[in-house]
């Protein structure tokens, strides 16, 4: 998208995302005309010509879905389009019945939207209705327009191009998820560069090689981040979370020998916080416990307490939730479930999948 385009796009997004419509009172039919059909015409598309873009057109299966956008031959070329009302929450339900459409008419790509909230899916991915979402995108989010001119842009649909784009769109988004994990240890060590933070991450095994690679590769041939497959839906999992979700999250520790706050970021990792305490002593099988103590203990992180327990002085970064856990109780735990909000929901219901070690995996 030129400058120029991009810009004329911004500011479409831009107008509808701060928009004072009553939402309630928003129908299908209106998000079509004021939100949908305006920035598919800023994309590119010629919403005049129903040949392109074509609105409620009943198949032989007697589905009809609100819009089948085609700017070319074969299934890449085009997408359904399902608009439902402004407020609507766009579940698996709803977002069945749009790939089920999309299959039925030949095309592999789905965008679902209430106007607000847009999703793509594809048709051709193997799991459920919710594995097959590739991408959630928040009109008014930070970086979601650059991200949704990629995606809506018609000559990368016309070109069949749009999962190179899609590639593209995973890639920054995962680079930015893990810059925040690298300037949260920046700050938490008092570091005066991201570099160094790197290096420091990278020495403590904190920051794998495949992490470092999104925030430090610039060649012309980037990593390639899958877009099907059991690793394009870990993906998707990282990236819808942090669209859902407002992140840091603020997580305590329920398990047994000791108590603590976290915070936990976009990609899984957690931050223990200060005023954190861990057991007394460890069980007999938890050998590595005294190890981490120390370690802890000569970095100035945790200081021990008149009664052995020891406390988080200052926040202590870890990939994965069980090592957190493991220190606090001195036993073998699952983080991943012993780390809940205030309201009760476990790491694991946000991160379903061991989203660090299938990061290493993408690139």
């Not at 500011?11 to 039919?29: G, M, Y």
């Not at 000559?155 to 998820?177: C, F, H, P, Q």
Request: with cysteine.
């Amino acid at each position: 998208m030129s400058p120029t385009s991009f810009l004329e796009f911004s500011e479409a997004v831009d107008r509808i995302a701060r928009a004072n419509w009553n939402t309630s009172s928003l129908s299908e039919a209106a998000v079509r005309q004021v939100m949908v059909l305006p920035l598919l015409q800023t994309a590119g598309f010629d919403i005049w010509n129903p040949l392109e873009v074509q609105p409620e057109e009943t198949n032989a299966a007697g589905n009809r879905p609100d819009l089948i956008v085609r700017c070319g031959n074969g299934s890449e070329c085009g997408f359904v389009l399902e608009i439902k009302r402004r407020g609507v929450t766009l579940d698996e339900g709803t977002l069945g019945q749009a790939l089920s459409y999309a299959g039925h008419v030949g095309l592999r790509w789905v965008w679902l939207t209430n106007g607000q909230v847009w999703i793509l899916a594809d048709e051709k991915q193997a799991g459920s209705y919710k594995e097959r979402e590739v991408l959630r995108l928040e009109l008014g989010k930070p970086q979601a327009t650059e991200d949704f001119s990629l995606l809506l842009e018609r000559i990368n649909w016309a070109e069949g191009k749009i999962e190179t784009a899609l590639e593209r769109v995973l890639k920054e988004r995962l680079r930015r998820v893990v810059e925040q994990k690298v300037e949260a240890f920046k700050t938490q060590k008092g570091l005066p560069t991201l570099e160094l933070a790197i290096e420091w991450m990278r020495d403590k095994n904190l920051l794998g090689e495949a992490e470092e690679k999104l925030l430090t590769n610039s060649s012309i041939d980037p990593p390639r981040v899958p877009t099907n497959g059991p690793i394009a839906r870990v993906t998707s999992e990282v990236l819808a979370s942090s669209t859902i979700h407002k992140f840091p999250l603020e997580m305590f520790f329920s398990g047994r020998g000791g108590k603590g706050t976290a915070l936990v970021f976009e990609d899984g990792s957690l931050e223990v916080q200060p005023g954190s305490v861990t057991t007394a002593e460890a069980s007999p099988s938890q050998i590595r416990w005294k190890g981490w103590i120390d370690n802890l203990e000569q970095e100035g992180i945790i200081e021990r307490l008149d009664n052995g327990q020891y406390s988080f002085i200052k926040p202590c970064l870890y990939n994965r939730p069980s090592m957190s856990s493991d220190i606090i109780s001195g036993s073998s735990t699952n983080g991943r479930i012993v780390w809940k909000t205030a309201e009760g929901k476990t790491h694991k219901e946000f991160f379903p999948y061991d989203t660090h070690n299938m990061l290493g995996k993408l690139l």
